[in-house]
């Protein structure tokens, strides 16, 4: 399987996922070249910031990507 493949098979199954759940369950580094290579597909992504607290600052902000009109609020 592609990278494309194994990130849109992610998508169709758990609905969003995260540059770090790429890394970790994946090995993909670079999501968002992914997302954009599966965009010149065709295929409708969504982006959502999310925040979450880290021990140096108060938060931190990343992008969760998911299928057009398949918003996980996780």
């Known amino acids: ?18 540059s770090k ?7 993909i580094t670079r999501l968002a070249a992914v997302i954009d290579r599966l965009e010149r597909k065709g295929v409708a992504i969504g982006r959502q910031d999310c925040y979450t607290p880290t021990k140096y600052s ?13 918003v996980d609020n996780g």
Request: proline share 0%; charged share 30%; no cysteine.
């Open 1 to 18: 399987m592609t990278q494309m493949d194994v990130v849109f098979t992610h998508l169709q199954r758990y609905k969003s996922i995260s």
């Open 21 to 27: 759940e790429a890394i970790k369950e994946y090995d």
């Open 58 to 70: 108060k938060s931190t902000r990343y992008t969760r990507y998911y299928l057009i009109g398949e």
